[in-house]
């Protein structure tokens, strides 16, 4: 057992405010830290009852009920100050003979817990922002293509990105344009900073505005806290906005003003925030057209049209398919684990034939569903023809009826020369040689039967 003297020297000596009362409730002890924390003196304290003072108290309640109490908040009777505590009732021989409490004054506690709450806030948007932010994935070497077109574009693109002017990318569905756009950042001295990217028309209206400049809690049902726009993430950085012919024209209003001013407030702020982020734009939507209509400000649209970049579709430049097929066995041969060696000239001859809607992604899809089926083999018109719409066979349905006129044989077997040997000026002197026939003649019936390839 410790000696008396020493217990209440230690107990004189604690930091936390400490009360001890007997079986009855009558206050016997209180250290220099109670009376400090409550600004109650020793004396006056001693002659009160915890059930008379603090009935409610983590004291008394711990005497009433035998047991701990404990992370009891409630202001010390006779006192304004608020505490948490926790009590205890001392037990000798199993019979109670008083209790203890220790108290801490809420201040502090409460102090702890908005610094708590604010590393709180701060970790989740750090890690919101992480989550968010990424880098440019593509360079100028992902992109296939030695076509004119595609060559001019890419010079564009070069020498837009050693600026800081804003890019605006034309182009069909599937033309590459967010390939362009990952390239040109990569390309930027931005580079190693971040590169964001939002689609303004996967986003409902009434959400894009905090999409892209964020918010404060409070600012609308359900901003239950704040949160970082896609201009602030892309800060020091390139933020590519795609889909912009889909923007409504309160939004375009709010744009125009951040690339003309860098500036912006956040949804329900008033405090102006001041950004450096280098804007990409693309739209396959025929953006001068939407101007004529007033469907998207003419302001906004040579603010976004610095640099002008039109990809062109790929039925515009099949003299890329090869190497875009070939880049696409290789991609695929690593991603499904095969070995496709290759495409027949066949098969090549087809995919020049095709009108290609979806353009470089509809082949790249092409690609992936025929190649799922292949092993260490090419790609044949075979493969290709259901993807392609092709009836490769067409004489197998025309031989059931007994009889075809001349013409009629005469243009299926054109028809099945061109999607053999493909409709390139090199395609139809080939399938003219077989055909046995002369160029010109090729060309005459090709008018004739109005063929479409
Ligand atoms: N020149 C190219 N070389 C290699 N791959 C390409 C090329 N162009 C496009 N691709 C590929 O085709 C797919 C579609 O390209 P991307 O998403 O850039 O097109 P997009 O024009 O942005 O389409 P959308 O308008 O539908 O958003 C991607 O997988 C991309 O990597």
Known sequence: MLPLDMVSAILDSVQEAIEITDRDGNIIYVNPAFCRITGIPFAQRTRENIFNISPDGALALALKT??????????????????????????????????IAIFQHITDVIKLLEELRQSTNIIRNLSDKFGQVTQGKYTFEHIIGSSRSIRECIKTAQMAASSNST?????????????????????????????????CAAIPDALLESELFGHVKGAFTGAIKEKIG??????????????????????????LRVLQEREFERVGSNQTITIDVRVIAATNRNLRQLVREGKFREDLFYRLNVVEINLPPLREHTEDLLDLANHFIIKLNRKLGKKVTGI????????HNYNWPGNIRELQNIMERVMLSLENQQVTLQDLAPHL??????LT????????????????MIQRALNKFGSSVEGKKEA?????????????KIKKYKINF
């Not at 505490?83 to 037990?91: D, K």
Request: aromatic residues 4%.
């Open 66 to 99: 035998g047991k701990p109490v404990s992370g009891h908040r409630t202001k010390v009777g006779g006192s304004n100050a608020e505490v948490i505590s926790n009590a205890v009732p001392i037990l000798v021989d199993n019979q109670i003979v008083g209790a």
């Open 167 to 199: 890019v605006l990318l034309l182009g069909e569905t599937g033309t590459g344009k967010e390939l362009f756009a990952h390239a040109i950042h990569n390309a930027s001295p931005r580079k190693d900073n971040p590169f964001i990217t939002i689609n």
């Open 230 to 255: 896609k201009f602030e993430l892309a800060h020091s950085g390139t933020l590519f906005l795609d889909e912009i012919g889909d923007m409504n024209l309160l939004l375009q209003a709010k744009l």
């Open 344 to 351: 027949t000239s066949e098969a090549l001859a087809a995919l």
């Open 389 to 394: 719409g092709i009836n490769i066979n067409p």
């Open 397 to 412: 349905q025309t031989e059931e009826m007994e009889l075809l006129p001349l013409d009629k044989v005469e243009q299926i």
């Open 432 to 444: 003219a040689k077989f055909l046995n026939i002369s160029l010109a003649t090729l060309y005459n």
